[in-house]
């Protein structure tokens, strides 16, 4: 009787007016978002002259960005559980777009800190409205959708740098590169205005009183916070990185960001089909090895431009897929609720916020080395966590998780 009600839902969300259009909406809406998303890393440096700021300053920004994320990804379940998602997605969208026009003309740090807290709180709700959105559109057929969603925010972080450095080279400046890209957003609130809002897909009863193991919970948001904080903290501040080591100008650093952001873009469009033949600790403990030695290697030939153009594209590679994957493994052995998977999101939130701004802290006394050190022995203290993860779920399952995780791994087969 369950099976045969609910296809008959399936098969009229696939004829539904506007079920095209609203994918290709949303797809949309996470390339604008990872254009957001990829647009301070690169114009660090014009920022910190617009607001005469120094490095340990103009980080703090890191943290107003994140703090803004954090507050508008707890903030975004609520309204998209009580209002049309589309409208509240097209908001979003606006408020991004005015807080990108406002950025560059900004000449006081403590107001640019509010702007970018602001643009933040944009971002989070775009984040959890397409992810929540995509699959209440979609519902059991989702999975290849959603690897696309995550791939097009990719797209976005690999065409904002690109633009910033174009534009860097016409002007000289960044402030244009800012007002292009919330040009660029326009177009995409204009199309969510007209497209319907999906409905939502109710929560089954046994998902609302599963136990929660918190200390897994616990251990799988510190490696979330870990991950985001070096991930972001590369993205963001290799670009400051490289021009602080006289290695490139600030136009060929800004495709050094690119060509990292390209890289996690390319790597999780090759780790779709590699997701189906190899297990989840697989590819996550060989992505954190493989972080650990493309910044093992920039580490060792500091000076060495070739190195560092091969470094960032092997960073972010590996970085592509193990957010992704970590998801995939806390699935395995634990059920996934929204209470657990807000606290993976604010996990993260606090590591991007929180490591970006301890490194700018040390980024002038100690030296620009300092951005690769840390990251370093960040991602080493992540692989430890999950190795002991390895060791304390596989010691922890129940004769009804492994049946549980049989079922997951033949339903992926």
Not at 21 to 37: K, W
Not at 141 to 170: D, R, Y
Not at 185 to 203: T, Y
Not at 215 to 225: D, E, K, N, R, W
């Amino acid at each position: 009787m369950n099976s045969e009600s609910s296809k008959p839902a399936t098969q009229d969300s696939d004829k539904a007016p506007g079920f095209w259009p609203q994918t290709a909406g949303y797809y949309a809406a996470f390339v604008s978002l990872g254009m957001a998303g990829a647009v301070i890393g690169p114009t660090l440096f014009g920022l910190a002259e617009h607001t005469h700021s120094q490095i340990n300053e103009i980080s703090f920004l890191f943290i107003a960005i994140s703090g803004g994320y954090l507050l508008g990804s707890l903030i975004a379940g609520r309204f998209y559980d009580r209002r049309p998602g589309n409208p509240v997605m097209a908001a979003s969208l606006v408020l991004i777009s005015i807080m990108l026009f406002l950025t560059p003309i900004i000449p006081m740090l403590w107001l640019l800190a509010i702007i970018l807290f602001l643009l933040g709180v944009g971002e989070g709700c775009l984040d959890v409205g397409g992810n929540t959105l995509l699959m209440w559109l979609h519902r059991e057929k989702v999975g290849p959708f959603m690897n696309g969603l995550h791939f097009m925010w990719g797209v976005g972080a690999l065409i904002s740098p690109i633009i910033i450095a174009e534009i860097l080279l016409l002007s000289g400046d960044i402030t244009w590169g800012y007002w292009v890209l919330s040009l660029l957003l326009i177009p995409v609130i204009i199309w969510f205005l007209r497209l319907p809002s999906p409905k939502n897909i109710p929560v089954a009863e046994d998902h609302l009183h599963q136990k929660i193991n918190y200390l897994l919970v616990g251990m799988i948001v510190l490696f979330f916070a870990l991950f985001v904080g070096a991930e972001q903290s590369y993205g963001g501040l290799i670009s400051f990185y490289s021009i602080n080591l006289n290695l490139m100008e600030p136009t060929t650093a800004a495709l050094l960001t690119s060509v990292y952001w390209g890289a996690l873009t390319f790597g999780r469009l090759v780790s779709i089909p590699l997701a189906i033949r190899f297990r989840p600790a697989v590819i996550l403990i060989s992505d954190l090895v493989g972080i650990l030695f493309s910044v093992g290697i920039i580490l060792i030939w500091s000076n060495s431009i070739p190195v560092l153009w091969i470094g960032t594209f092997g960073a972010g590679f590996w970085n592509a897929s193990i957010f992704p994957m970590m998801l995939v493994f806390a699935q395995r052995r634990m059920r996934i609720t929204g209470q657990v998977t807000s606290w993976f999101f604010i996990g993260a939130s606090v590591g991007g916020m929180i490591l970006p701004w301890i490194i700018g802290q040390f980024f002038k006394s100690v030296g620009p080395q300092v951005l690769m050190i840390t990251i370093f022995v960040d991602m080493v203290l992540a692989l430890v966590l999950f190795v002991s993860l390895l060791v304390y779920t596989n010691r922890e399952e129940t004769p009804s998780t492994l049946i549980e995780n049989r079922i997951l791994h033949e339903e992926q087969i």
